[in-house]
């Protein structure tokens, strides 16, 4: 982690706490993190429960994040939900492109860098995901696949440096348990790094790129102590907030 930027851990709740026990964690994420004065939080809870959390947070330094937009800003488009609309509910961030959206609703790159755009635009503040199958990192196609994902939305983030934050999720690692070491993480966020810094220094120096595979208290701090990690992107340790709250210490901790 480079101290000149800010860590930032951020809660990806899935489709779990969409109703009134999504205040109850919103509340225990407030209590266990409100002493952390050099870390960025964010939890990003089911479209139907961000409103109750942003209101259940008001106050607070801990920060809510949607975990999908649409593109369009109004229209026929039953189901989905605009940019506007998440910032009228409450949200500040989102999370774009995430693997399980790519995998499972066939969101492509162009797609990801479409959203990223209309966030920005917004005024929301996007963390962008990139990262690669097992077969992909199995046949030596880590470091290609993630630079095609970034390079579709790279120049976007670029617009507003700093605004906005990548993720790295090895899709193999989420939910698995299994987790690239320290070593493996920082060679993808090294290179990704090294493709911002070649749009411009500012940008390379103000993005954050967060870990976003089975992160947690037991294994973040030394995750967390790699030049370029800069967070985490946290699935199921988001979901029991002491828990969510040892990732956030480590940042603290390092920061």
């Not at 090895?170 to 987790?179: D, E, M, N």
């Not at 992160?215 to 979901?239: F, P, Q, R, T, Y």
Request: proline share 3%.
């Amino acid at each position: 982690m480079n101290k000149a930027r800010r860590p930032l851990i951020a809660g990806n709740w899935k489709m779990n706490h969409g109703g009134a026990n999504a205040c109850n964690l919103a509340s225990a994420v407030k209590r266990t993190t409100a002493e952390f004065d050099k870390v960025d939080v964010v939890v990003c809870p089911p479209f139907t429960a961000i409103a109750w959390v942003a209101e259940e947070l008001r106050g607070s330094a801990v920060q809510v994040g949607a975990q999908n937009v649409h593109p369009k800003d109004s229209g026929a488009f039953t189901g989905e939900v605009s940019a506007s609309m998440l910032l009228d509910a409450g949200a500040r961030w989102v999370i774009l492109g995430h693997s399980e959206r790519r995998a499972m609703f066939g969101e492509t790159d162009t797609l990801v860098a479409e959203k990223t755009r209309v966030a920005l635009d917004v005024g929301l503040r996007p963390i962008v995901c990139v990262g690669e199958l097992l077969e992909e990192r199995e046949k030596g196609q880590t470091l290609d696949v993630v630079k095609r994902q970034l390079n579709a939305f790279a120049s976007i983030l670029a617009d507003k440096p700093g605004v906005g934050a990548i993720a790295y999720e090895p899709v193999w690692a989420i939910g698995t348990g299994k987790t690239a070491g320290p070593a493996e993480a920082q060679e993808v966020h090294a290179m990704i790094r090294a493709r911002l810094r070649e749009i411009s220094a500012e940008v390379a120096e103000k993005t954050r790129i967060l870990y976003g595979g089975s992160m947690k208290a037991s294994n973040a701090e030394g995750l967390l102590a790699c030049e370029d990690v800069d967070g985490g992107l946290i699935g199921g340790a988001s979901l029991k907030a002491e828990d969510f709250a040892g990732i956030a210490l480590a940042g603290q901790k390092l920061a």
